[in-house]
């Protein structure tokens, strides 16, 4: 990941993560149980080696649909063993025969049928099982775990969504100046790398600054578990209540997710992020251009239910994120120089 700064300081420990499918594990939590009843068919797939796009595309065959018409709730790597839900849209036709799809690599965990459609984004959040291997180092990494379970890390887009040496991002600016990109998929990953960009460079700007864990007058404020915000100012100042449910993790700050409309953020807050998207005229016009509005992401990212066990040089990790965070996130303030391939996990 490029030089984002770091919440607890650049790790001391090397290691290796992926050496094997098995060593990253992802299962999704969906939210909600199938209704059971409806034109949309959800199952639950549990995959090695495999990526959504392939899984999806042989739905579709099976189905004898679209592929536009199978969806997923969220896009996972292939270089992993993962557990995640399709949806597949069938109004009035019976239930086709999935099993062909099935083999050493693919298993279908269950499948329901549901009244609504599965977008992408409609899961709670994901169980992660990681195992880092060649583990070598100094320090006391039983405590830089537990600084990671109680503080969380830096909320950070990881480095696939920027592509390969960045080459999304450049597509982006390519495409900002004028080039023509008639894939809808493409258009929409290459905005995406921009935007995430430039939540990054803000999130690490205020790390930086030293100010990643305060308020600061100003500040959009996130509802924990929500995406709900509010600025901190005359309505809602800056006071003992305020600090008081930043202290118990009510509230939360935030950075700008770049677009159309007014910078939400005031005061001291405002001058902060402007001052870290300086310079960023291209891409901050190019988002707003394209129609995408002023949104906001939570600066810190929790590791819930963490736990870890340590034998000689590999290290067993497993914690819970929301959906939309990595846990290469996670990962990067623990080890260095490890090679995280990609962390497809929203």
Known sequence: MNNWHYLHGQPD????????????????????EP??????????VRKRGQNTQWVARELARLAGVAQRDVTWAGLKDRHAVTEQWFGVH??????????????????????????????????????????????????DLDA??????????????????????????????????????KDRNK??????????????????????????????????????????????GEDNPLDEVMLARFATGDIRPSAPLWGRGRLPSQEAAAELELAALAGQDELCAGLEANGLKQERRALLLKPERMDWQRQEQVLRLSFWLPAGSYATSVVRELIKDSEFDEDISE
């Open 90 to 139: 069938l109004p009035g036709k019976d239930m086709p025969d999935f099993s062909p799809l099935e083999n050493d690599d693919v298993q279908i965990l269950a499948i329901a049928r549901h009244h609504k459609k599965l977008k992408t984004g409609a899961l709670r959040g994901n169980w992660f099982e990681l195992r880092i291997t060649g583990l070598e180092g100094e320090g």
């Open 13 to 32: 420990y090397r290691g290796r993560l992926k050496a094997a499918p098995e060593d990253f594990i992802v299962r999704e939590d969906l939210g909600f």
């Open 35 to 44: 209704g059971g009843e409806g034109e949309h068919i959800l199952l639950h």
């Open 144 to 181: 830089r775990l537990a600084a990671i379970a109680a503080r969380g890390v830096p909320n950070y887009y990881g480095d696939q969504r920027f592509g390969r040496d960045y080459g999304n991002l450049e597509q982006a600016r390519a495409m900002f100046g004028g080039r023509r990109i």
């Open 187 to 232: 258009r929409s990953l290459f905005l995406s790398s921009a935007r995430s960009y430039l939540f990054n460079l803000a999130a690490s700007h205020r790390l930086v600054a030293g100010l990643g864990e305060q308020l600061l007058d100003g500040d959009c404020v996130m509802l924990a578990g929500s995406q709900s915000f509010f600025t901190l």
